[in-house]
């Protein structure tokens, strides 16, 4: 349990690392957390809990499905969130839900991956400081 717990932190803090690198300061960031208020709260960013409720707190629960988890996206996209970061202990999401998966490949742009740490997503026209990091992994390694 405490190594588990370890590599937990390791990952979280890989996260704050890779987001202040590349996010530009002051960006609303989504992070699929399962409600860890440490993960969402980015040095220099505004991290927001996904999925959340109305109150901007963790919902509680996963999205039903694809289309829940798509809609639950797109209001939050609206709302101003600039990207969405996956983290890797949730990289699920991404085999579970297909069709978001699909829908965030087709509508926007990778920023990065990074291994064993995150995906991140542009949700807006907001661009990243650093797509190129060389420190990061190409897209084709995934």
């Given at each position: 349990?405490?190594?588990?717990?370890?590599?937990?932190?390791?990952?979280?803090?890989?996260?704050?690392?890779?987001?202040r690198c590349l996010l530009p300061?002051?960006?609303?960031?989504?992070?699929?957390?399962?409600?860890?208020?440490?993960?969402?709260?980015?040095?220099?960013?505004?991290?927001?809990h996904f999925p959340q409720m109305?109150?901007?707190?963790?919902?509680?629960?996963?999205?039903?499905?694809?289309?829940?988890?798509?809609?639950?996206?797109?209001?939050?996209?609206?709302?101003?969130?600039?990207?969405?970061?996956?983290?890797?202990?949730?990289?699920?999401?991404?085999?579970?839900?297909?069709?978001?998966?699909?829908?965030?490949?087709?509508?926007?742009?990778?920023?990065?991956?990074?291994?064993?740490?995150?995906?991140?997503?542009?949700?807006?026209?907001?661009?990243?400081?650093?797509?190129?990091?060389?420190?990061?992994?190409?897209?084709?390694?995934?």
């Amino acid at each position: 349990e405490r190594r588990v717990d370890s590599e937990y932190a390791a990952i979280r803090e890989r996260v704050h690392q890779v987001a202040r690198c590349l996010l530009p300061p002051g960006s609303v960031v989504l992070v699929i957390s399962r409600g860890d208020d440490e993960l969402v709260d980015l040095p220099e960013l505004q991290g927001w809990h996904f999925p959340q409720m109305p109150d901007g707190t963790y919902a509680g629960h996963h999205p039903a499905d694809d289309g829940d988890a798509i809609e639950r996206l797109e209001l939050l996209r609206e709302e101003g969130a600039h990207y969405l970061v996956v983290p890797a202990t949730s990289a699920w999401w991404l085999e579970h839900y297909g069709g978001f998966r699909r829908h965030l490949e087709t509508q926007y742009p990778l920023v990065a991956i990074v291994r064993d740490t995150a995906m991140i997503y542009e949700l807006s026209g907001v661009q990243a400081a650093s797509v190129m990091n060389p420190s990061l992994e190409s897209r084709s390694s995934v």
